[in-house]
T-cell receptor, first 113, second 115 residues
Framework: GQQLNQSPQSMFIQEGEDVSMNCTSS?????WLWYKQDPGEGPVLLIA?????ELTSNGRLTAQFGITRKDSFLNISASIPSDVGIYFC?????????????FGTGTLLAVQP | GAVVSQHPSWVICKSGTSVKIECRSL??????MFWYRQFPKQSLMLMAT?????????EQGVEKDKFLINHASLTLSTLTVTSAHPEDSSFYIC???????????FGSGTQLSVL
């Protein structure tokens, strides 16, 4: 199935550092969602974006819906050990079936205390 | 957010047996649910869309006779892996859209290991 390009593939950082990751698509998206998945668990929704240029925060997390509507960014400030996990972007293309999301390839985040 | 409950969390079975996985929307109704498969270190791949009261819609390459889906009520969808084989071993995750349909909420997943 179709996937989004997500980068970086993995990140190994020190506690307290800021983190940035992004997703890009070849097509225009109407919705961007960011999820975090812990090992052996299902993804948990972090942030949802619905408008181009929209900037939304959830605690130390901030995500943006790119102006071109073909990309999205997630930033984590002052990382802590519990931020460890895999982060997935997901999007719904314009004209796409309702609720049918396309997922990114994931970013594995490791935080060293 | 909406809560999606998935059971069991893990199952180990012998080759040739069938395994049923349940997905429930606990505090909302879901006329549609989605079933995903995830291999280690990979992203989620949509297998099928479960539709309450009608046949499921399968993605290309997914065998409908192998992965039976039943969505008999507005809060329950089941995925049955029939005659499971070791290559069916994987992490299976269900999801359901919340009110408004824009956000997708996931179950906790089922790790299937076929011996």
């Amino acid at each position: 199935g179709q996937q989004l390009n997500q980068s970086p593939q993995s990140m190994f950082i020190q506690e307290g550092e800021d983190v940035s990751m992004n997703c890009t698509s070849s097509s225009i998206f109407n919705t961007w969602l960011w999820y975090k998945q812990d090992p052996g668990e299902g993804p948990v929704l972090l942030i949802a974006l619905y408008k181009a240029g929209e900037l939304t925060s959830n605690g130390r997390l901030t995500a943006q819906f790119g102006i071109t509507r073909k990309d999205s960014f997630l930033n984590i400030s002052a990382s802590i050990p519990s931020d460890v996990g895999i982060y997935f972007c997901a999007g719904r293309a314009r004209g796409g079936a309702t609720n049918k999301l396309i997922f990114g390839t994931g970013t594995l985040l490791a935080v060293q205390p | 957010g909406a809560v999606v409950s998935q059971h069991p969390s893990w199952v180990i079975c012998k080759s040739g047996t069938s395994v049923k996985i349940e997905c429930r929307s606990l505090d909302f109704q879901a006329t549609t649910m989605f079933w995903y498969r995830q291999f280690p270190k990979q992203s989620l791949m949509l297998m099928a869309t479960s539709n309450e009261g009608s046949k499921a819609t399968y993605e290309q390459g997914v065998e409908k006779d192998k992965f039976l889906i039943n969505h008999a009520s507005l809060t329950l969808s089941t995925l049955t892996v029939t005659s499971a084989h070791p290559e069916d071993s994987s992490f299976y995750i269900c999801s359901a859209p919340g009110t408004g349909g824009e956000k997708l909420f996931f179950g906790s997943g089922t790790q299937l290991s076929v011996l």
